[in-house]
C-alpha cells in the first residue's frame, strides 16, 4: 500500500511538472502512464515479495515477470504514441512513465535487503 501511495505522490509530481512546462493538455497522457507505472510496480513488487520466501529460482521468476510487466508499460506507451500521438504526446508520456517507474524501481532495492 506504501508503494501505490508513493507512486500516486509521484504522479502528481510528474504532472505537475509536464503542466508547468507545457499546458493543461499534457495533464491526461502524464497521469495516465504515471498510473500505469504505479500498477506494474505494485504488482511487480507483491510478485517479489512472495518470491522472497520461496526458493532462489522461484525468485528469479517472479523477479523476471516483474521486469517483463515493466517492458510491457515500454509496448503500451510505444503503441499509445504511434496510434494516438495526438491524445498521447511522446515526450509528456515518457516524463509520466519514466519519472514514476525510475523512483519506484529503486524503492524497490529496500525489499531484497
Known amino acids: 500500500m506504501r508503494d501505490a501511495g508513493i507512486g500516486l505522490a509521484l504522479t502528481a509530481a510528474m504532472v505537475g511538472l509536464t503542466w508547468a512546462i507545457w499546458d493543461t493538455s499534457v495533464v491526461w497522457p502524464t497521469a495516465v502512464f504515471g498510473a500505469l507505472a504505479t ?17 532462489f529460482g522461484n525468485l528469479m521468476v517472479r523477479w523476471s515477470m516483474g521486469m517483463g510487466f515493466r517492458l510491457l508499460g515500454v509496448g503500451l506507451f510505444a503503441v499509445a504514441v504511434a496510434l494516438q500521438g495526438d ?3 511522446a515526450l509528456p508520456s515518457a516524463i ?4 514514476v517507474l525510475l523512483p519506484l524501481m529503486v524503492s524497490e532495492m529496500r525489499l531484497i535487503r
Open 96 to 99: 509520466g512513465y519514466i519519472g
Open 39 to 55: 500498477i506494474i510496480h505494485v504488482i511487480s513488487a507483491a510478485m517479489l515479495k512472495r518470491g522472497l520466501k520461496e526458493s
Open 87 to 89: 491524445r498521447f504526446p
